[in-house]
Each structure stands twice: as C-alpha cells, then as structure tokens.
C-alpha cells in the first residue's frame, strides 16, 4: 500500500477528489452570490477570507463578505469555466476564467455579457472542507489595453 | 477493505465517477437536443422521463420528448455550467446553470444569448447508466422580478 | 488485482484521471492563446500536432501553431464546456462546446459572443502528458444552414 506506483495513484485520485469538491465550492459561491444567500456566500471563504478586485475594492472576513453580498441587487450571474487547480498538502490553487452576464428582470429584457475576467485563488482545507482563504479577480477592461 | 477509512474513499470515487457521468450525460443532452438528435435527446432520460419549464409546458415520456425535440428549429445552444451534484445510492440530484445562446446560422449575424436559468435534476442509475428521471428548469425573466 | 470487478475499477478511475488531465490541458490551451503565451499554446499539442477550422485555415506542428497565435491580437476569449471524453489506451476524443467571446480592452467597451462552434479532438498520451495531435474546429454560421 506504500509503494511507487500505489502511492502515485492514491495521490492521483486525492487530486481528482480535491480538484472536484473546489469546482463545487466554486459553483456554490456563484449561486449563493447570484441569487442571493449572504451567509452560504461567506461560507465559501475561510473566517479570515479575501476577496479583491484588482484595481477595486477589496473585502476581508465573513461579515463583511456577508454584507457585501447583501447590498448587491438581483440580477448577477457568475460563470466560471475551464479551471485549473494544483493541489499542495491542506493548500491549493485554482485559475478559472469568469464570465459575467446580466440576467432579465422581465419578459421583454435580453441578458447580457457584462464583464469577462479570471480568478486566481488560494484554498485551504478546513475541518468542514475547501474553502477560498483568498480570491483575486482580474477584470478586463478596468485598465485600458 | 470494509474499515471505515476505506469505506469512505470508496464512497467518495464512487462519487466522483458519478458525478463525472452525470455531467457527461448533460452534456449530451445539450448535444442532441441542439444538433438534432431527438432519439439520443430523448435517451437522456428514464422511459417516463419529465422535462419541465417553470411556468411553462411539462413534457413526458421518451415518445413525447422526441416529439418535442423534433420541432425546435436548428439555432439554440445550451450551454450548462458551475454544477453540484449530490448522490444517495441509485438517485442523485444535481443542480446546474443554464445559458441558452442563439447560434448564426449565416456569416452575417452574430450570437447571441436569449437567456438565462438554473435546471434542478433529479437522475437515477439504470443499467445503462445515469438518466434524468426529471428536470426543472427555470428561465430569469419569464416572471417579473 | 487482476479479477473483473477491480480491473473494472482500476479502468473507471483511469478514465476519471484522464478525463481531468484532458479538461485542463484544454483550459491551457484557451488560456496560453487568450493571454498570449504561444509557446505554452503549442505545448499542448504534439510536436506534429494539428489544428483544423472547417471551411478555413489549417495550421501544423508546434512552431506554426506558435507563430499563428503569436500574430493573434489580445481580445479573444475561448470558452469550452460540456464536454465528453473517451478513452481508449493512449489515444482520447474529446468533443467539447465553444464559445467565442470579444473581451472588452476599455472600461467604455461591452463584451460580446463572436462565435459558437464545437471542438472535436483527437489526443495521445506523451511521456509528458496528454497532448492534442489534431483539433477540428466547426464554427456556427461559417457555411449558411
């Protein structure tokens, strides 16, 4: 059971199990944003967790993100593709590109694509699962090209 | 091979297989649906099957959802992202963002996304593999918000 | 270890890992064009590797690849979702959805989908990985429906 080949495989399946439980954290942080659940938002984070747009604001700790949820009116969705995530021990990092639509309010409006962007993100393993101790979120367009 | 440790990581790939699968299936079925194929289409789900639009028309049975299929002139394109899937035995449930984009069908027009909405699935194992026993769908905007 | 219920395991979590391996090295691919890395572009196909737009240009071999997406300028966003992948020994196909968005280089600019199409692609496994050997890109709207 500690050998070469077992050993590579059980690390192996440990990645897969890692990389797919940081996909649903990540689903789960869209959703509770998007449709509005300020607390089940927060609790994608660790107690401490950071999420910064670069050249934006920045939110540290659970009851700020809470409340930062809280303030932003329906209407948001998150889509978050083609991830990339390097597992090290209790730590990870994913790379997730992120596409921002505006959804209808009403029979008559169209949805739109708002922003295109990307993720980087640190995660920690915690007693209670993956959790983002960190998320920095590069949009483009906030700086001219 | 039945301790508690191995029981769990046995449990834990055997989601991961599923959940793989599950995915894979959904992807099909935006496959066939858009490509027109309403026997693969109809082939995602159980024989007794639901298709059902929030607000909209339910559809039943393999029979009803070819038919259904069959209809839809070429040009959509469902796009499924961001998904959770949780397993308990031979069912699962999963829950899954939606964008629905216009496909050009000439090289003069352009794309674009009609809407918007979140499908919740509940699928059973079959000898042939996972299935839809039933999906909801919700569309943003079909209500006021 | 050899009996079929365990060979049967072994192959399903085999194909788990390949199918990762695959997904994310089709994000490299999106990334490393879409950021301008051609170098990091052409690595993830094979020396010889092949990619193919139906109806339009097709590129050979990893220098080529490189040059073509060094002559690319910044403003596309590759999208891939709902893929399937199977495996068979040291050979994969992938067929996988695209979305091609135009990203805003200017706060003032609004992103917009330029194109859908499908990817279906043939890869092998390399001493250094999973690596595209050819690519055939079927983009919406460049032939009239």
Redesign the interface.
């Given at each position: 059971m500690d050998g070469p080949v077992e050993g590579r495989?059980e690390q192996?399946?440990s990645?897969?199990?890692d990389?797919?439980r940081i996909r649903?954290l990540?689903?789960?942080y869209?959703?509770c944003f998007d449709d509005g659940d300020p607390d089940g938002y927060a609790d994608t984070f660790t107690e401490d967790g950071v999420m910064e747009v670069a050249g934006g604001p920045s939110t540290s700790g659970r009851n700020d993100l809470a409340e930062m949820c809280r303030k932003i009116p329906?209407?948001v969705?998150?889509?978050?593709?083609?991830?990339?995530?390097d597992v090290d021990g209790d730590s990870a990092k994913q790379?997730v590109?992120l596409?921002v639509?505006r959804?209808?309010?009403?029979?008559q409006?169209?949805?739109?694509?708002?922003?295109?962007g990307r993720y980087e993100d640190d995660l920690v393993r915690t007693p209670d699962g993956w959790r983002f101790a960190r998320r920095r979120c590069t949009l483009?367009?906030?700086v001219?090209?």
């Open positions: 495989v192996e399946i990645w897969l199990l990389r797919a649903e990540t689903a789960r869209n959703r329906w209407g969705m998150h889509v978050t593709v083609d991830a990339t995530v790379h590109a596409v639509i959804r209808a309010g009403r029979p409006d169209k949805p739109q694509i708002t922003s295109t483009d367009g906030w001219e090209k």
